[in-house]
């Protein structure tokens, strides 16, 4: 396809399309994480709408970069407007003010049911004092990812009255955040807020060579899973772990689905794809020993060969 057939095609799908999301991949299968973001947003929103690879031909890729005089992929149109890519379409979204550019009625976000621990409300209310009528926001974002800072209300926003706080949340975390606790923590690590989500999807979760020794020190049920192979094993390995090889395989899908499992390679790499792929069978307390059994000789055992 000639630049030129690029941007009348764009032009025509623009204008005879009432919504259009240029994007890699399809509405079925997006190929890549922006794209599969905005098409959440959108599947949440509209019954229909049309998609376009850009990834089936380099001048299409090209041309609607041109044509829209922005420089990513996905790219939303709505009646022939240009709408922006996947930050804006998620801000928008959080606001309400997408659902009315697409022609939605946006109910009031319900307010979530939110905890606040005592030590969490002690620590916001110190904070909130340097802050006059700003209230603290709680922002979930699709991943899961956490945000907690200082804002003036907005519209959309629904307004969670806790431990004698004001929290504010907006209409996308308030789909997130339903039974989650805010916690104020300290430790040897220092001190922060720790917000427990039971929404959140399974993941794995990265463990230090020194939290792996509080663990195992404490007899908690933690199975240790040494993903190298035999020849490695046997230049260095930690006393509680076992091979993960036919037999340790057959033991990990026999565990029970909430046990506890920890994957160790050399440095972290392999052994955090056997994680991933430990969840995928339905595993939902997995970890992988950040920087493997180096780590391990170094922090913890120094009695383990290094190699």
Avoid at 58 to 71: M, T
Avoid at 232 to 260: F, S, Y
Avoid at 262 to 288: D, K, P
């Amino acid at each position: 396809m000639s630049p030129d057939q690029a941007r009348a095609q764009i032009q025509q799908l623009v204008t005879t399309n009432p919504v259009v999301l240029f994007m890699k991949g399809n509405r079925q299968a997006p190929q890549c994480g922006f794209s599969a973001q905005v098409v959440q947003i959108l599947d949440g929103i509209v019954p229909s709408y049309e998609t376009v690879d850009v990834l089936s031909d380099p001048a299409l890729r090209d041309g609607i970069k041109e044509f829209s005089s922005w420089p990513t992929i996905p790219q939303l149109y709505v009646r022939g407007e240009f709408v922006g890519g996947c930050d804006i379409v998620r801000e928008m979204h959080a606001s309400g003010e997408l659902q009315k550019k697409l022609g939605v009625d946006v109910a009031p976000a319900a307010p979530p049911r939110i905890a606040v621990t005592a030590a969490a409300a002690a620590e916001i209310a110190k904070a909130a004092a340097d802050t006059p009528g700003e209230h603290l926001r709680l922002e979930v974002s699709p991943q899961f990812e956490n945000d907690l800072y200082f804002d003036t209300k907005k519209d959309g926003d629904a307004v969670v009255e806790v431990a004698g706080l004001t929290l504010l949340v907006d209409r996308a975390t308030a789909t997130r955040a339903s039974g989650a606790t805010i916690d104020f923590v300290s430790g040897l690590k220092g001190a922060g807020f720790k917000i427990d989500n039971p929404n959140e999807p399974p993941r794995v979760r990265p463990l230090s060579a020194k939290d792996l020794a509080r663990m195992l020190d404490a007899s908690e049920p933690v199975e240790l899973f040494d993903v190298r192979p035999e020849v490695e094993r046997a230049r260095a390995k930690i006393a509680r772990a076992r091979p993960l090889d036919a037999e340790g395989v057959a033991r990990l899908e026999g565990l029970p689905k909430d046990t506890p499992v920890v994957f160790h390679c050399h440095h972290g790499v392999r052994s955090r794809a056997a994680a991933q792929e430990a969840l995928r069978i339905g595993l939902t307390r997995v970890y992988n020993l950040e920087g493997g059994i180096a780590a391990w000789s170094a922090e913890v055992d120094p009695s383990v060969p290094q190699y």
